[in-house]
T-cell receptor, first 114, second 110 residues
Framework: KAGVTQTPRYLIKTRGQQVTLSCSPISGHRSVSWYQQTPGQGLQFLFEYFSETQRNKGNFPGRFSGRQFSNSRSEMNVSTLELGDSALYLC?????????????FGPGTRLTVL | AQRVTQPEKLLSVFKGAPVELKCNYSYSGSPELFWYVQYSRQRLQLLLRHISRESIKGFTADLNKGETSFHLKKPFAQEEDSAMYYCALSESGGYQKVTFGTGTKLQVIP
């Protein structure tokens, strides 16, 4: 079956703009998690959605938000972009989103903020 | 707060030598520990988890609650083991809020 897909793969924005990233989970998976990966901080948990509800949130400012649609596809939005938001954004899907379910990762979206 | 520490950024070993990638954690609840691996130009993927008690690609990891460690071991390194390895933790049975370590790059020298 098809893996997790993320669009776009690369994105360049300028400070102050906003951006929307998309994630399509593996068919049948209802949980989608988002992570930010940077060389300095590594992989950091942003939030997790299950059945269109945000169940968990990491320690990121309110500029970072997300949503999940009825088909389990998810989007994350970053408003008022800052230089420090430059990162690889990964999404991962799993069946039910509990710790017993394996997470499958997408290829990531590389965001560059100028 | 949960925290995962991988003290080595880079570990270089010769082919055929034993490998041990260190991971220590701090967590007040009941943790579930994982090792993820990312090969060059590939996606991050689950290697193994302590609850499964499996050996994957010759790798094993034992959860030591007394020392709060979950070190990854392999008796004989292979060149194809060269990759980035991440130790991760979540609450056992809880929702997926996974905390990752900063990763260790394993370089196997032929």
């Amino acid at each position: 079956k098809a893996g997790v897909t993320q669009t776009p793969r690369y994105l360049i924005k300028t400070r102050g703009q906003q951006v929307t990233l998309s994630c399509s989970p593996i068919s049948g998976h209802r949980s989608v998690s988002w992570y930010q990966q940077t060389p300095g901080q590594g992989l950091q948990f942003l939030f997790e959605y299950f059945s269109e509800t945000q169940r968990n949130k990491g320690n990121f400012p309110g500029r970072f938000s997300g949503r999940q649609f009825s088909n389990s596809r998810s989007e994350m939005n970053v408003s008022t972009l800052e230089l420090g938001d430059s990162a690889l954004y990964l999404c991962a899907s799993s069946l039910a989103g509990n710790s017993y379910n394996e997470q499958f990762f997408g290829p990531g979206t590389r965001l560059t903020v100028l | 707060a949960q925290r995962v520490t991988q003290p080595e950024k880079l570990l270089s070993v010769f082919k055929g030598a034993p490998v041990e990638l260190k991971c220590n954690y701090s967590y007040s609840g009941s943790p579930e520990l994982f090792w993820y691996v990312q090969y060059s130009r590939q996606r991050l993927q689950l290697l193994l988890r302590h609850i499964s008690r499996e050996s994957i690609k010759g790798f094993t990891a034992d959860l030591n609650k007394g020392e709060t460690s979950f070190h990854l071991k392999k008796p004989f390194a292979q060149e194809e083991d060269s990759a980035m390895y991440y130790c991760a933790l979540s609450e056992s049975g809880g929702y997926q809020k996974v905390t990752f370590g900063t990763g260790t790059k394993l370089q196997v020298i032929p």
